[in-house]
């Protein structure tokens, strides 16, 4: 079980190391590349050519601004691509819209702004179809998730 996680600046490194953590509670082994769509494509293809031989199996991709990074890796892989929209301008909302607005047959599964625990965090589900014991653990803590908020939400709420 391996995913790759691949952003286009260090600026991002703190928004985009929340997909690190989600990967490490479920003990799934990640890397992480700083690569760019436009400042170093063919380094980007390089990367993912040698991400796929390594076994990676889904990778999580970080814009923002132009935010291509996640459509430019779709479209040089089969691989499923989770895109975290990074805020940059316009609030994020245009990294929202240049990720989620994928031309067909060239998908990017995308999350919230920022949200890249999610990213991880899908990564596990989809790794879990193929992972028994994965898909096991996430059922687990699904429900430590739910007894959990069950019992910080159970006394009487008053204003």
């Not at 082994?29 to 889904?58: D, F, W």
């Not at 609030?91 to 990017?108: C, N, R, Y």
């Not at 193929?130 to 939400?153: H, P, Q, V």
Request: charged share 20%.
């Amino acid at each position: 079980m391996r995913v790759g996680i691949i952003f286009g600046s260090k600026s991002d490194k703190d928004i985009m190391k929340n997909a690190g953590v989600a990967l490490k509670e479920f003990g799934v082994e990640y890397e992480v590349h700083i690569l760019s769509a436009h400042r170093v494509p063919e380094k980007l293809t390089q990367v993912i050519k040698e991400m796929e031989n390594r076994g990676v199996e889904c990778i999580i991709a970080g814009a923002g601004l132009a935010a291509h990074l996640p459509g430019v890796i779709a479209s040089q892989t089969i691989l499923p691509v989770i895109g975290v929209p990074i805020k940059a301008a316009l609030g994020g909302i245009d990294s929202l819209l240049s990720i989620v607005q994928m031309p067909k047959a060239i998908p990017v599964a995308t999350v919230g702004l920022n949200n890249s625990y999610n990213a991880g965090m899908l990564s596990v589900q989809i790794l879990s179809l193929k992972y028994s014991l994965l898909k096991d653990k996430l059922i687990i803590y699904r429900e430590e998730m739910k007894e959990k908020f069950i019992a910080e939400n159970e006394e009487q709420i008053e204003f």
